[in-house]
Nanobody, 125 residues
Framework: QVQLVESGGGLVQAGGSLRLSCAAS????????MGWFRQAPGKEREFVAA????????CYADSVKGRFTISRDNAKNTAYLQMNSLKPEDTAVYYC??????????????????WGQGTQVTVSS
């Protein structure tokens, strides 16, 4: 069983910053790609960012490119999402996920087999 636990969400004013963390169980963390997704009320869950097993390859949704940075520390079994220049439209529940079958990043939700419980990010105007 794989367990992912997100933390770091909260309330922030527009233009501010937050750093989300995703702590993973197990000793095989470094072999899997990791991703961040978000879901706003009444909307479908959408891709935010993903990172390869090594941390070398990353990809981002166009809506967050240049503002968000995904990273990982395999020694700590932890993935991160640094969010800068936050906008009200970034308000959502943010989920960390593990891609089950590959070490390469993917934007497809269905390719991620394990999910965290989510952490709320609220950006006020």
């Amino acid at each position: 069983q794989v367990q992912l636990v997100e933390s770091g969400g909260g309330l922030v004013q527009a233009g501010g910053s937050l750093r989300l963390s995703c702590a993973a169980s197990g000793r095989t963390f470094s072999t899997y790609a990791m991703g961040w997704f978000r879901q706003a009320p009444g909307k479908e869950r959408e891709f935010v960012a993903a990172i390869s097993w090594s941390g070398v390859r990353t990809c981002y949704a166009d809506s967050v490119k240049g503002r968000f940075t995904i990273s990982r520390d395999n020694a700590k079994n932890t993935a991160y999402l640094q969010m800068n220049s936050l906008k009200p439209e970034d308000t959502a529940v943010y989920y960390c996920a593990r891609r089950g079958g590959s070490g390469l990043p993917s934007l497809h939700l269905y390719e991620y087999d394990y999910w965290g419980q989510g952490t709320q990010v609220t950006v006020s105007s």
